[in-house]
């Protein structure tokens, strides 16, 4: 059973940077796209990136594009995002998410993390 | 990009009410939407895909329509559990993106 665990949120300051990770406890992690999606309190959804099984393809909403990093490490069933020159606007509870079906790009996701809340505030 | 916009942002119903929300694409994404269900303080939930793919163990009050522009999201007859937050995204196109939401209230 897919199960996703986030982990590095925190309060840092305007400019600085945090890295988020994913432990997925499934067997077939690497078999599958993996996204993050985020929610600034009290807001809606907001699609951030996603990544190929391989980690070969990835992409990015506009407004995090040259500041955010996604990564995987198959090996450890871990996904990353680094996140560099934080912004207010990048306040949110980040999700780690995972795919429906195995093998290619579904677009929707199925496996949802519980969420790293991240705050950045001066 | 594609703007995604839900109608109406909130809504009051009953139970046994059937209620019905829309999701308009800023241009055509063929079939390629999604819906979820969110409840507060947690995760969304997966509930349609493919504009009209029941995902498994959804209760079949629940449907999808539509494609191109307009989708829709009905629940045939409310129930006390369906209170909740949804949420269309296209996938047509990166960057994905979701509409900005639909408040299901008790009336």
């Known amino acids: 059973e897919v199960q996703l665990v986030e982990s590095g949120g925190g309060l840092v300051q305007p400019g600085e940077s945090l890295r988020l990770s994913c432990t997925d406890s499934g067997f077939t992690f690497n078999k599958s796209w993996m996204t993050w999606v985020r929610q600034a309190p009290g807001k809606g959804l907001e699609w951030v990136a996603n990544i190929k099984q391989d980690g070969s393809e990835k992409y990015y909403v506009d407004s995090v594009k040259g500041r955010f990093t996604i990564s995987r490490d198959n090996a450890k069933n871990s996904l990353h995002l680094q996140m560099n020159s934080l912004r207010a606007e990048d306040t949110a509870v980040y999700y780690c998410?995972?795919?429906?079906?195995?093998?290619?790009?579904?677009?929707?996701?199925?496996?949802w993390g519980q969420g790293t809340l991240v705050t950045v505030s001066s | 990009d594609i703007q995604m916009t839900q109608s109406p942002s909130t809504l009051s119903a009953s139970v046994g009410d059937r209620v019905t929300i829309t999701c308009r694409a800023s241009?055509?994404?063929?079939?390629?939407l999604a819906w979820y269900q969110q409840k507060p303080g947690k995760a969304p939930e997966l509930l349609i895909y493919?504009?009209?793919s029941l995902e498994g163990g959804v209760p079949s009050r629940f449907s999808g329509s539509g494609s191109g522009t307009e989708f829709t999201l009905t629940i045939s007859s409310l129930q006390p559990d369906d209170f909740a937050t949804y949420y269309c995204?296209?996938?047509?196109?990166?960057?994905?993106?979701f509409g900005q939401g639909t408040k299901l209230e008790i009336k």
């Open positions: 998410a995972r795919d429906k079906f195995d093998g290619y790009s579904n677009g929707f996701v199925k496996y």
């Open positions: 995204q296209q996938y047509y196109t990166y960057a994905y993106s």
């Open positions: 241009q055509s994404i063929s079939g390629w």
């Open positions: 493919k504009a009209s």
